[in-house]
């Protein structure tokens, strides 16, 4: 009998489909109206965001859409460390602002690395934002949802090597929409 399957509603609930028993199953190809848990918001040309739901469209700032592919971005990392038996990250709003401003930094001067065209590290970033024991930083560009950008960085060993790190106890995700999208991922020690 095929195993079953775990579904999320919208509400968070879970809930058990089982196939019959006689039935094959093919992998889930997403349809045209379907949407997968990072997805559920669509931009218009104007910088606003609207819910994928049977409820009437909702329109949210530019500001909640990106704090909520961070925020994401964050949960995804916790569930990788929980799978590996790492503790969690806990969000720190400084290493956030750090990220943010990197991201933006990378995007409006054109440049991708850790180190910017003036020579600032993460570490000076991390600090000039008022965090005081920053660890690492993660950055990538080009992919537009967070379970990609996940994906990205622990398909690298320094990268995976930063968000498996148990050392590390926070963290602040930094996304730039316009042009890449461009990710900056921010740790730090308590």
């Given at each position: 009998m095929p195993k079953s399957k775990g579904r999320k509603r919208r509400d968070g609930s879970a809930v058990a489909f089982r196939g019959a028993a006689n039935m094959t199953t093919a992998p889930h190809q997403m349809r045209p109206h379907e949407a997968e848990e990072d997805d559920d918001y669509l931009f218009s040309s104007?910088?606003?965001a609207h819910t994928r739901s049977a409820q009437p469209a909702v329109s949210i700032g530019?500001?909640?859409?990106?704090?909520?592919?961070?925020?994401?971005?964050?949960?995804?990392?916790?569930?990788?460390?929980?799978?590996?038996?790492v503790p969690p990250l806990k969000l720190n709003e400084?290493?956030?602002?750090?990220?943010?401003?990197?991201?933006?930094?990378?995007?409006?001067?054109?440049?991708?690395?850790?180190?910017?065209p003036d020579g600032g590290t993460p570490f000076?970033?991390?600090?000039?934002?008022?965090?005081?024991?920053?660890?690492?930083?993660?950055?990538?560009?080009?992919?537009?949802?967070?379970?990609?950008?996940?994906?990205a960085w622990l398909n690298s060993p320094g990268h995976r090597a930063n968000i498996l790190n148990p050392?590390?106890?926070?963290?602040?995700?930094?996304?730039?929409l316009d042009g890449g999208p461009w990710w900056t991922q921010n740790f730090g020690y308590a």
């Open positions: 104007g910088g606003t530019r500001d909640t859409y990106r704090t909520h592919l961070e925020n994401t971005v964050v949960h995804l990392t916790n569930q990788v460390r929980a799978k590996a038996g400084l290493l956030r602002q750090a990220a943010r401003s990197h991201s933006t930094d990378m995007a409006r001067r054109g440049f991708f690395s850790h180190i910017d000076d970033r991390m600090r000039s934002h008022g965090y005081a024991q920053p660890g690492a930083e993660n950055v990538a560009m080009g992919q537009s949802r967070p379970h990609e950008v996940i994906h050392e590390f106890s926070v963290i602040g995700v930094g996304l730039h």
